[in-house]
């Protein structure tokens, strides 16, 4: 079972980038996802979360910036991100709450491996 992210990459201020992260193995359910970002120096911080039912939450400094949404049939959550900010220079990780096929059925919570967003000109 993992989370695989990508879409990171380097984008001046006012671009756009859209990462992807996809759930794999043997899951059956995928439950909370959302994206986290550590900035340089800093400690890791939630970026935007959606629940299964499509509950979404943003984080103030990306609200109307970016948006998160998932393919449950695909079992992917993407975070398009517009007019990005130098501040937004993160390395960004997606998290999920998977139901793991058992026995027992269990969920248990995965982080991604995370991509780099350098926003610079």
């Known amino acids: 079972v993992q989370l695989q992210a990508s879409g990171g990459g380097l984008v001046q201020p006012g671009g756009s980038l859209r990462l992807s992260c996809a759930a794999s193995g043997s899951i059956f359910s995928v439950n909370n996802m959302a994206w986290y970002r550590q900035c340089p120096g800093k400690q890791r911080e939630l970026v935007a979360s959606?629940?299964?039912?499509?509950?979404?939450n943003y984080d103030d400094s990306v609200r109307g910036r970016f948006t998160i949404s998932r393919d449950n049939a695909k079992n992917t959550v993407y975070l398009q991100m517009n007019s990005l900010k130098p501040e937004d220079t993160a390395v960004y990780y997606c998290?999920?709450?998977?139901?793991?096929?058992?026995?027992?059925?269990?969920?248990?919570?995965?982080w991604g491996q995370g991509t780099l967003v350098t926003v610079s000109s």
């Open positions: 998290n999920a709450d998977l139901w793991v096929v058992g026995p027992p059925r269990s969920m248990r919570n995965y």
């Open positions: 959606i629940g299964q039912t499509g509950t979404i």
